[in-house]
């Protein structure tokens, strides 16, 4: 049987599939199923219809918006734990925060950053107190959780990108609605996407990281007044 490894052939071992398995299970106890990152509003507003345009609505986000951030940040932030250099930690926490566009963006990743925070800390896993920089994002901690795991980087962004997607199909079997079915069949159309979106982050350079999602960012701010609504964004 083949051991699977990441891209610079580290085996990933049975606690670490566990352990990344934990940490993408929507179970995980830190709110993300009250968030559609601008999903509803896109609904609310007539962008997004039918399958075929959430199926073009995710590979966008996923592609000018993942690849581009959270992704390759992921690596950089993972890199970061394993030296033990808190100041890039910090530096590459505050560039997120920096980047997101709305208040509901911003809230969304301190808000569960702050719940990872509390889970990690009643499971003893949380770094030590110099290291862990102010108003730590949920990548940030995201990355630390997939250190002490000991989960390879690839394998790190392909659960982060997992997550997502999982997030958003039941967002949009909620809201839009979109039946259950019909998600499955959008989880097979993207499921390519998500590799090739893992691929093209591990080889981005610090000066093309920055999400490039107006719509996104258009929609999540108008979705701060929204009459009536399920998600905190």
């Known amino acids: 049987m ?19 398995l934990q940490l993408v299970s929507p179970a995980l106890p830190i709110g993300a199923f009250a968030w559609s990152q601008g999903l509803e509003s896109a609904f609310e507003l007539g962008w997004v219809n039918n399958e075929d345009e959430l199926g073009d609505w995710l590979e966008g986000v996923l592609e000018d918006g993942l690849t581009r951030c959270e992704l390759p940040l992921l690596q950089r932030m ?45 499971l003893e896993l949380l770094p030590a ?5 102010e108003d730590p994002g949920y990548v940030t901690l995201f990355a630390w959780a997939a250190h002490m795991r000991r989960v390879p980087a690839r394998q790190t962004l392909l659960g982060f990108a997992w997550a997502w997607l ?68």
């Open 2 to 20: 083949t051991t699977p490894t990441d891209s610079n052939q580290t085996p990933v071992g049975d606690l670490a599939l566990l352990g990344l």
């Open 78 to 122: 993972q890199q970061a734990w394993e030296s033990g250099d808190g100041e890039a930690v910090a530096e590459w926490n505050d560039w997120l925060h920096a980047t997101r566009e709305t208040a509901e963006l911003t809230d969304e990743d301190i808000r569960l950053g702050a719940a990872l925070v509390r889970l990690l800390g009643s």
């Open 129 to 133: 107190n110099d290291l862990l920089p």
């Open 166 to 233: 999982e997030n958003q199909l039941a967002v949009a079997c909620k809201a839009m609605p979109l039946g259950h079915t019909a998600a499955q069949r959008l989880t097979e159309r993207l499921r390519p996407q998500l590799v090739m979106a893992v691929d093209n982050a591990l080889e981005k350079e610090d000066h093309e990281l920055g999400p490039v999602i107006p719509g996104l960012a258009l929609g999540s701010a108008l979705h701060e007044t929204q009459y009536s609504r399920l998600f905190r964004s």
